[in-house]
């Protein structure tokens, strides 16, 4: 199974990723998350990198195709691919038709993930998240059962992401609105395109898009 996660910054598709990935053994593809590790290491992808997240615009096609096909070539071919913020532009669609050609891999479904836009600046302003197992929270939505302490791993160091304040996140939404929602059509036109609301609870959406993998 391998499928990707759409919507706009904040609609969610980290949180069922990561809900995914314990239910169903899948693996997690975010090219956010590849690319914040680059910026932390000091590669010369996150030097890059930096400053055009900090901007809160797209960084080249060509280095986040590049990092999908190494985690493609390192997972193997048995484990489901979950796709999580990538493909962002048409350029990326079409090299991740050819990356899923090379490695054997088909596209199963594009989960779209409905979020009113209202909600997203408040969604990504209180977003953090474990400093040691990258576990996702909010401070309304999704607070740890015990104050200040992670459910999954205990720890009690959390972080925020720096690109998650209000200016960043409306040129985001600008750049999901630009460039990523028109990709959509070309995977409608192969039938593949599912819609969940994403406003529904965190665990509504998941049985949602557990449904749709189960048909
Ligand atoms: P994305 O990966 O699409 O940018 P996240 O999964 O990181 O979005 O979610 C953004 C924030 O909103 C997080 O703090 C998360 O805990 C919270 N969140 C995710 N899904 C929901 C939901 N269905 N209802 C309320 N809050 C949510
Ligand atoms: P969110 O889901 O909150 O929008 P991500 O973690 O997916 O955030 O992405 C954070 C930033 O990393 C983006 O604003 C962009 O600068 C960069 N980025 C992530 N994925 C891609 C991609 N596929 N193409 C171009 N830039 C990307
Ligand atoms: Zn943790």
Redesign the pocket.
């Known amino acids: 199974m391998n499928i990707i996660l759409l919507g706009?910054?904040?609609?969610g598709?980290?949180t069922q990723a990561q809900r995914l990935v314990e239910h169903r053994g899948m693996r997690q593809l975010?090219?956010?998350?590849m690319?914040?590790a680059a910026v932390k290491a000091g590669t010369p992808v996150g030097l890059e990198?930096k400053a055009?997240?900090e901007r809160?615009?797209?960084?080249?096609?060509e280095i986040?195709s590049k990092l999908i096909d190494a985690e493609l070539t390192a997972m193997g071919a048995d484990a489901g691919a979950i796709f999580?913020?990538?493909?962002?532009?048409e350029a990326?669609a079409h090299a991740l038709d050819a990356l899923l050609a090379q490695h054997g891999r088909s596209l199963d479904y594009v989960i779209e993930l409905e979020v009113n836009e209202d909600a997203l600046v408040e969604r990504?302003t209180g977003r953090f998240t474990c400093a040691n197992c990258g576990e996702g929270y909010h401070d309304v939505f999704k607070q740890p059962a015990v104050e200040a302490t992670c459910d999954k791993c205990g720890s009690r160091e959390f972080k925020r992401r720096l690109?998650?304040n209000e200016d960043?996140v409306r040129t985001?939404m600008g750049?999901?609105r630009a460039k990523t929602a028109p990709i959509l059509p070309v995977y409608e036109a192969r039938g593949i395109v599912r819609r969940v609301d994403g406003m529904a609870d965190i665990g509504t959406v998941t049985d949602a898009i557990e449904a749709i993998l189960a048909a």
């Open positions: 706009p910054p904040g609609a598709k980290g975010s090219t956010g998350d690319l914040r990198a055009v997240m809160g615009e797209l960084v080249s096609d986040v999580d913020g990538y493909p962002r532009t990326q990504i690109d998650d960043t985001r750049e999901y």
